[in-house]
């Protein structure tokens, strides 16, 4: 049953991922224009506003899981029921407060927005902050089923109920973008959606799962060590909220909604970017903690594991993130064009601050969980703490001159500093992480993207895409270069075996 549950689990969150992606692709190029660019700006500012308040979980959603274990090793059944409780008191304390917060924010939009809205934009911006507080309010609480869900591994009902919940939403709001329905109805929709999925964790938790809560005679001391294991959880968390909300929020309020939605576009190529690198990196994270355990008292195995694994990962990365990030250089001004219209240029310079900084730690993401296993992760949490203030400042200055380019440029700057620099010299110092070794391999990969990039570019220049048709030709052409040109110059045995054994299955299964 479990070992079940993980494989079904493993397809159905590539299948989530993809589903995600594709789903956004077509659906946000159409809210984009049924609403209009000021009213997606000031749905993201308001979006990125309540997101900033998720903080407040304190990271205390990573801590029920390592609990949960320790007592179901021990078979304290009455122990579990009190976790249980105890979480549920917690967050439903801290959906209060969130709600008190979000209420406190749309009484003062002046904070977010200072004088750049119109009247009937402040109306508007009210109304969704207080559907979305009233969704976060909501979220907290109901995020503790999610939690014991999968604390019990029951990774199939999860999987299935966040593809149900990416597919569902844009179905039933976009009939009503069309009939002329504004964000408070798109927003709306969507929060109910999220309120029925966490209703089926709700029923899934009490009648499946059996599940029961007690709210008395709580373990003395747990509430303190829950503290001391998720400070640096939230530590992080805060900082993400600011390195990826900050920005369209400070644009909001110094340059209006018009550039939020400008810097969305952008944001939102980077995004589907990022999903697809943490869906290949989150299937090598069982074989890092077996490694530590089979080594942990010979640092000279322990470090060489590491190094090919992390090198092995990498590599895998970044062929895949290559083909992306090249394309979006080659075909992204075009595909922003066609994709999110007319108005949205300097979206392409901020995809490209965006995505080419955040590729070095894109390809190294494996590493997280290396500190982690090695109970190193304390000076990452601090090295992004410096990186989230930098970019706070920098993006502070710079969007009031140069808007959406302008905000993506300091956040740039601080994931070039953090990641290039500082992550990696403390990988190879203290982690015993062969980097120079890491990116003589990355050099030699990058060899093969040569021949593909030039092709690329002798296209886009002399057969400028003037239809979505042509540049769809152009793309898969391109594509199909490069995976020939990669597969030739840049790919070693292993990876080729990859890609030759599961097209063999399938092959032999036709037959």
């Known amino acids: ?41 000031l749905y993201n500012t308001v979006s990125s506003t309540i997101s900033m308040l998720s903080i407040l979980s304190l990271g205390f959603n990573s801590g029920y899981i390592r609990y949960y274990a320790r007592y179901k090793k021990e078979e304290n059944q009455e ?39 119109s009247t009937e934009e402040y109306s508007i911006a ?38 149900v919940k990416t597919v569902l939403g844009p179905m039933l709001t976009l009939p009503l973008l069309l009939m002329g329905y504004r964000s408070v109805a798109m927003v709306s929709v969507t929060v109910l959606v999220a309120l029925l999925v966490d209703l089926c964790y709700l029923i899934f938790v009490k009648r499946k799962l059996g599940e029961r809560f007690w709210f008395n005679h709580f373990e003395k001391g747990l509430l303190f060590s829950l503290f001391s294991f998720t400070a640096f959880v939230a530590l992080n968390t805060i900082i993400d909220q600011i390195n990826w909300n900050v920005d369209k929020i400070l644009l909001g ?7 939020v939605a400008v810097y969305s576009v952008g944001y939102t190529l980077y995004n589907y970017y990022m999903i697809i690198s943490l869906a290949v990196s989150g299937v090598f994270t069982p074989r890092i903690h077996k490694i530590y355990n089979e080594f942990k008292n010979e640092p000279a195995k322990l470090n060489a594991g590491f190094t090919k694994l992390f090198i092995r990962v990498g590599r895998i990365q970044y062929l895949i993130l290559g ?8 075909f992204g001004r075009g595909f922003i064009y066609f994709w999110a219209g007319a108005g949205y240029e300097d979206a392409y310079p901020v995809a490209l601050l965006l995505v080419l900084p955040a590729s070095i730690a894109l390809i190294q993401n494996i590493g997280i969980e290396i500190q982690r296993a090695e109970n190193k992760h304390k000076f990452r949490a601090i090295v992004y703490t410096v990186m989230a203030l930098l970019n706070l400042v920098l993006s502070w200055f710079l969007c009031q001159k140069y808007g959406p380019v302008g ?18 010299i403390y990988y190879h110092r203290q982690c015993g992480i062969d980097i120079p070794l890491f990116w003589k391999n990355i050099i030699r990969v990058s060899a093969s993207y040569l021949v ?29 270069i490069y995976f020939l040109s990669v597969w030739l110059f840049g790919m070693n045995d292993e990876e080729k075996a990859l890609v030759r054994t599961p097209l063999r299955r399938v092959l032999h299964l036709k037959k």
């Open 1 to 41: 049953m479990r070992g079940n549950q993980l494989k079904l689990g493993a397809i159905l969150s590539y299948l989530q991922t993809v589903v995600h992606v594709l789903v956004g692709l077509i659906y946000t190029p159409v809210m984009i224009r049924l609403l209009g660019r000021s009213e997606f700006g």
């Open 79 to 117: 122990a579990i029921n009190r976790l249980n409780g105890l979480f549920l008191l917690i967050f439903c304390i801290i959906g209060m407060v969130g709600f008190c917060c979000g209420l406190f924010l749309m009484q003062h939009l002046e904070m977010v927005f200072q004088d750049g809205l």
């Open 126 to 163: 009210r109304t969704l902050m207080l559907i979305l507080t009233i969704n976060l309010a909501i979220s907290f609480p109901m995020s503790v089923f999610q939690n014991i869900i999968s604390a019990h591994e029951r990774f199939v009902i999860l999987k299935l109920l966040g593809i």
């Open 253 to 259: 309020r110094f340059k209006g909604t018009d550039s």
């Open 323 to 330: 083909l992306e990030a090249s394309g979006i250089v080659l």
């Open 407 to 424: 905000s993506a440029f300091g956040t740039a700057v601080s994931l070039i500093v953090a990641n290039g620099f500082i992550m990696n």
């Open 452 to 480: 593909p990039i030039g092709i690329g570019w002798v296209m886009t220049y002399f057969l400028p895409a003037g239809s979505i048709l042509v540049m769809a030709i152009e793309i898969v052409a391109y594509t199909l």
